[in-house]
């Protein structure tokens, strides 16, 4: 299990920052994934 935190993607000064979820680590490559590979995120 991997606990991430959202944080924001600065916008060019706008009032609202964008959230930003980055996933990165070799712990990927262990669990399967690879380099170019498409991911879906389903969410609520």
Do not use: A
Request: with cysteine; glycine share 14%.
């Amino acid at each position: 299990m991997r606990c991430l935190t959202v944080g924001y993607s600065p916008n060019g000064g706008h009032p609202t920052p964008r959230p930003q979820l980055t996933i990165k680590g070799y712990w990927l490559e262990v669990s399967g994934f690879t380099t170019g590979q498409t991911v879906i995120i389903d969410t609520l």
